[in-house]
């Protein structure tokens, strides 16, 4: 869980202050300003589905390692 919450922070930051750097010296290709100010929002969803994402896939990796641990320990029963 810590690494969902690490991971939509720094989507948080990249967005905002990475968003800002990107438009201020790109703006003519970005485009933007108060006339689209109705996606912000999206924005933290975006975020949110960082943090779930990653916050999932975190999950199936454990879950991996477990079934990985009960396979071995089932094949060190059979060969007993």
Not at 5 to 25: C, D, E, K
Not at 28 to 53: C, K, N, R, W
């Amino acid at each position: 869980m810590k690494k969902a919450f690490v991971a939509m922070g720094l989507m948080a930051l990249l967005m905002t202050i990475g968003g800002g750097v990107i438009s201020m010296i790109l703006t003519f290709l970005i485009g933007g300003g108060t006339e689209q100010s109705y996606i912000y929002p999206i924005y933290g969803g975006i975020i949110a589905l960082t943090g779930v994402v990653v916050g999932v896939s975190q999950w199936v990796i454990e879950e991996i390692k477990k079934l990985k641990e009960m396979l071995k320990d089932n094949n060190k029963k059979r060969n007993q």
